[in-house]
Structures are given as structure tokens and as C-alpha cells.
């Protein structure tokens, strides 16, 4: 969850160190820190709050320094403050170390170190990590190297750790279990970060680090080890990122930008995919597999967040068209739930990261119980994506707001895709139907484009329900998910309570909440269940409840009813959801806009949930 960079070289540390936390502030914001070793020693400065605070309380500082560790914190244990801030410093203060992870054996190991006289300055789990690391150092009369490698084998829990060491000025050493790492090799020097935005300024070269493995890094080597000691050819790989991507691009937020995105995202989604002349999907992943996926008594996917909203709206595709049954599972209930799995049930895996560390747990489990796992995740050489046995990624490019919006469209694309080759190979599907949906998927980013026109007309709807304390979000069918989704982005963005339910279910409960002052969003563009939610809206209004209402172009009934209404251009039901969401995150967006939140880096949130 947390975001580290490190760097290694003849350049100056300290501002590539800042510059990547930057980058990586979307993994966490409570506090930050760096910690810098030069011919004066080891300098350590941290702070409570955003980087750019951090950055503030540094200047005029001596700040020269060839090594150096950076971290930016989603507090886990400790709350966040100038104490619990990362760089930690050993008791000798001669190591310092950051850290992504939890470490769940900390308690025991703190009560060790407590009985030898180690005091503790933070009440993380991190400084217990380091100083047992020292512990080992001092009482074994070994290296740093080594005393990392006999720490972690006793260790329990998920890591990345960086560490400094004032006696080996030249070296760095990085190890990783369950939380991404990746490397970047230029010429006589090393990068290290979460992610590669950091490292894409510099090198396009880059090794992902494997779990259980320990990295040693000078300026101009870099060797790679198991915990057994053994070494590890590294597999350098070529960056596909641009710079330009993890840029603003002149949008006032990063979120705003990547909504604006998806005609675009959706169209690298399909294309090399989707061929309309031929009327196929080329997806190697799936073809590779067919036999696989056809013949797959059940399916489950496993997803959290965003993600398991996708998973949700696949779960009526797959059912629909290919009549495999399917099971949509919170990755976090369905690690500890001790779940039937049975040999040759297919497990879909979704995470935009990729290293979702529940669902990473959750298909390394089913993959022990004979399951085959199939990933949709959209960071090319994450976690996900190697333990998979297939997979298709989503293209949709760097997501840095923390809320996610193109990465969930390119999902629902993807996933689509998916699901129409299967019934294609199964004969689920007509020829006509198949034909159909393919012509309807490849028109989505086009229609896209029409959908964000209505940019300017939401952003006045936002001031109008800006000051609402609850919402309601109600659909039917497809787009009951995508009322859902439509909740958790008002809740996440703008602090509004919101709850979404399937419009059917509203006179089971939620219907005692309606008066005149509960706004209640309707997803309710044309499909099967039209007439009925227009009966569902009836009801609301009949209570005084404000009804506003994403609806087809043409729709001239429920505009009537409803107090405000977004259209957007008619689809097939099956691949509506890529429209009628997107009026949704951008009417979020404006309403945290106009409440002045942080809409980028939201309150308590991270964007890359790598610990339980």
C-alpha cells in the first residue's frame, strides 16, 4: 500500500527520490520521508502528511547525497505521524529502512528485542523489522546481507524492504515477499520503486523482483539471491510506459484525465482483439485455453472494490452467453472462507495493480486446489499476471488517481471479449446475436466520446446536490452493478454517504429512507427491465424523493418523472454498463470538486491495496 523509491548512483538522490514519491503518493499520504547517506552520515527527515509537505520542511537543508531511501506511508500499524513516518533508523543508528507490508510476528519480536534492552521510538512494525535485523547483525558477527536473509526467514507477514547502511555507503539492499519491487538498471546506477513511474525518466530497463528474493545493488551491479543464498539470473525487461502517461496532461486532476481517457483505453482495450471485418476475437490467453474455459463447470471470480464491480457485471455476461454458472467472490471472504473448489473450476482474477495482495492470497489457494487461474489485471508483469496460468491484459496505461475509472471500463471490455469467444467456441451463441455485440463493442469508445459532453451539465448537477448528506443509487439487471459503482465513487471522492441496491430491492428496506432532501440516482437506460424501474421511480417520487436519472437518448418518459437526467446513447444492455457509468464518475468527481476534496488522494484510501 505504502510507496518506496530508492536510487543508487553518481546523480543527486534526493531529487529523483522526491520526484518518485510523487509519483508513487497515489500508494499512500498520511506522511513521508527520505533518508539520504553522504560524507556526513546518515540523514534521516520525514513528516506528517503529503510529500509535498515534507518537501517544504526540507528546504535549505543539505540535501547532497549519491544513496538514498524515500518513502511515502499508508499508515497500517501506528497512526500516522512524524514518529511512525518511514526511513526508520536501527538503534545504532546506522541502518535506516522502509517498508510496504505488514509484518505479523511483530509483537513477538518486539517483546524479544524489548527483553534486550531495544527502545522504540514508533509503534510500527517496521522499526521492530529493523532492529531484529540489527540484533541478528550484532549477535551473529555477520554482514547486513546476511543478517536480512536470516531476519526474513523468521519473519511472517508481506514486505518489500530498502535499507541503508552507513558502514556500506556504495550498497543497497532490497528484498520482497507479497508486495511489488521493481528495479530500473541505467548505466552505474539503480532505481527501485512500487512501480515502474518512478524509474520511467530514467532507464526503460527494469527487473521485476519474484518473492523470496533478496537484491544487492551498487552503482554498477546488481545481484540477485534467494533466501537459500543462491543467486538469481536477473530477467531484464523492457519498460512499455511513456512518460506522458503518469502526467496531467493540463486536466486540474489526474481522475478527471483518465475519465476523459476511456474512449481511448477502451479502444487499445479492443484493438489487435476485436476484428469487425472478420467478425473474431483474437485473445491468446483464451485460446490458448479454450478447452479450459469451455468446459468449465463453474467460474468464479475473485475481486475487491472496483474490480469485484466488473466481476459482478461479467458474472450476467458469462451467465448470459456462454451458460456457464458464475460465482463473483470478495477476494478478502473468499481467501479465509475455506471454499469448495474443485479441479478444473476456472478462477478469474481481476486487479487493476495486479498486486492486490487478498486476491493474490485467494488464487495462489485455489491454484494449490487444482483450479485453473485466469487474470485480467492491467500492470503489464505484476504479481497477478505471473501467477496466473493465463491471462489478458487491459491496456488501459498508468491509473494514478486513486479512484479507479478507466481501469474499471477496460475490465468490463476485457472481460466481454472473453466471454463472447467462449460462446462463440461453445455454440451458446447465434451467429446474428454474436455478430451483433461485436459491431456494439467496437462502437463503445466512440459512444464514450458523446457521454463526456455532458461534462459541462453534470458539473452544474454537481453544485445542486453537492450539500446532500446520503444518496440512493438504484438499477436493474446489468446496471444494478453499475449502481454500485456509482455509490462507492460519491463515497470515495466526496465523502457522502451513498449505498447502492438493485431497484427491485428498494421496498425491502431502503425505501424508509426517501424524503425530499435524499437524492436518488436511477441507472435506468433501455433494456429489459425499462418498464419496471420506471414503476421504481413512480415510487420514489410518490415519497418526494429527488430522482436523477442516467437514461437512453430518446428516452422521452422517465426525463418527465425525474428531476435530472443525463443521457446517453442507446446500447445493447449487455455492454451498456461502458456508458452509463461514466455520467456517474464525473458527477462524483464534481461533487468532490465542489466540496473541496482532494479527489486525487482521497482520505484514508491508497490505490494499490497490497496488505490485508
Known amino acids: ?32 520521508g527520505v533518508a539520504l547517506l553522504n560524507h556526513t552520515g546518515l540523514n534521516v527527515y520525514k513528516k506528517k502528511g503529503k510529500v509535498a509537505e515534507l518537501e517544504e520542511s526540507l ?85 547486513l546481507e546476511e543478517a536480512v536473509r536470516i531476519a526474513l526467514k523468521r519473519v511472517v507477514g508481506a514486505y518489500v524492504i530498502v535499507l541503508l547502511d552507513q558502514d556500506n555507503p556504495d550498497t543497497l539492499i532490497a528484498a520482497r515477499k507479497g508486495s511489488p519491487l521493481v528495479i530500473g538498471v541505467g548505466k552505474g546506477e539503480h532505481f527501485l520503486a512500487s512501480d515502474a513511474s518512478p524509474i520511467i525518466e530514467y532507464t526503460k530497463e527494469v527487473v521485476y523482483v519474484n518473492d523470496y528474493e ?90 475487491c ?38 479441479q478444473g473450476d476456472v478462477i478469474i482474477a481481476i486487479s487493476q495493480s495486479g498486486e492486490t495482495a487478498d486476491t493474490m492470497v485467494a488464487i495462489e489457494r485455489a491454484k494449490e ?21 493465463a491471462g489478458a491484459y487491459t491496456h488501459a496505461g498508468p491509473e494514478i488517481g486513486v479512484a479507479s475509472t478507466k481501469a474499471f471500463t477496460a475490465q ?33 469508445p466512440e459512444k464514450v466520446r458523446e457521454v463526456l459532453l455532458l461534462n459541462e451539465q453534470i458539473k452544474k448537477l454537481a453544485i445542486k446536490y453537492k450539500d446532500s448528506k446520503d444518496a440512493l443509487y438504484l438499477g436493474r439487471g446489468y446496471n444494478f452493478p453499475v ?20 431497484a427491485a430491492e428498494m421496498k425491502h428496506g431502503p425505501i424508509a429512507l426517501v424524503d425530499d432532501q435524499l437524492p436518488v440516482v436511477f441507472v435506468a437506460t ?35 418523472m425525474a428531476d435530472d437526467s443525463m443521457a446517453v446513447p442507446e446500447a445493447d444492455e449487455l455492454v451498456a454498463p461502458l456508458l452509463s457509468v461514466i455520467p456517474l464518475q464525473l458527477l462524483a468527481y464534481h461533487i468532490g470538486v465542489a466540496k473541496g476534496c482532494d479527489v486525487d488522494k482521497p482520505r484514508n484510501l491508497a490505490k494499490s491495496v497490497t496488505v490485508e
Not at 522526491?18 to 508513487?24: A, D, F, H, P
Not at 454458472?325 to 479465509?336: G, L
Open 526 to 560: 433501455k433494456d429489459s427491465y425499462h418498464e419496471k424501474i420506471i414503476s421504481n421511480i413512480q415510487e420514489i417520487k410518490a415519497r418526494k424523493g429527488k430522482v436523477i436519472a442516467v437514461i437512453s437518448q430518446g428516452d422521452d418518459a422517465i426525463p418527465k
Open 369 to 389: 486446489q487444482g483450479a485453473f487461474i485466469f487474470g485480467v489485471v492491467n500492470v503489464v508483469g505484476s504479481s497477478i499476471a505471473r501467477i496466473s496460468n
Open 483 to 502: 449502481a454500485l459503482e456509482g455509490a462507492l465513487k460519491l463515497k470515495e471522492i466526496s465523502y457522502i454517504h451513498a449505498e447502492g441496491y438493485p
Open 214 to 303: 533478496l537484491a544487492i545493488l551498487k552503482p554498477d551491479e546488481l545481484i540477485l539471491k534467494n533466501l537459500g543464498n543462491e543467486k538469481i539470473t536477473p530477467f531484464i525487461q523492457k519498460l512499455d510506459l511513456e512518460l506522458a502517461a503518469i502526467e496531467k496532461g493540463g486536466y486540474d486532476h489526474f481522475m478527471l484525465k483518465e475519465i476523459f481517457e476511456q474512449p481511448d483505453t477502451i479502444f487499445d482495450c479492443l484493438r489487435g482483439r476485436l476484428d469487425i471485418n472478420n467478425a473474431s476475437i483474437t485473445m491468446a490467453g483464451v485460446q490458448n485455453n479454450i478447452e479450459q474455459m469451455m468446459h468449465a463447470k463453474r467460474i468464479i471470480m475473485v475481486a
Open 59 to 143: 528546504v535549505g537543508k543539505n540535501l547532497h547525497a549519491n544513496a538514498g531511501i524515500g518513502h511515502t506511508r499508508w499508515a497500517t500499524h501506528g497512526e500516522p505521524s512524524d514518529r511512525n513516518a518511514h526511513p526508520h533508523q536501527s538503534a545504532n543508528g546506522k541502518l535506516a529502512m522502509i517498508h510496504n507490508g505488514i509484518i505479523e510476528n511483530y509483537a513477538q519480536l518486539k517483546t524479544e528485542l524489548q527483553k534486550k534492552g531495544y527502545v522504540f521510538k514508533s509503534d510500527t512494525d517496521t522499526e521492530v523489522l529493523l532492529n531484529f535485523i540489527e540484533d541478528i547483525q550484532k549477535n551473529n558477527h555477520c554482514g
Open 305 to 342: 472494490g472496483t474490480s469485484w464491480h466488473a466481476g459482478l457485471i461479467a458474472e450476467y455476461v458469462f451467465e448470459e452467453l456462454c451458460r456457464i454458472p458464475v460465482e463473483v467472490e470478495y477476494a478478502s471472504e473468499f481467501r479465509y472462507r475455506n471454499p469448495v473448489i474443485h
Open 412 to 444: 468490463l471490455a476485457v472481460l466481454t471479449m472473453i466471454a463472447l469467444k467462449i460462446a462463440k467456441e461453445k455454440k451458446t451463441i447465434s451467429e446474428e446475436r454474436y455478430v451483433h455485440l461485436l459491431n456494439e463493442l467496437n462502437n463503445i
Open 1 to 32: 500500500m505504502c510507496g518506496i523509491v530508492a536510487y543508487i548512483g553518481p546523480r543527486e538522490a534526493y531529487p529523483i527520490i522526491l520526484k518518485g514519491l510523487k509519483r508513487l503518493e497515489y500508494r499512500g499520504y498520511d506522511s513521508s
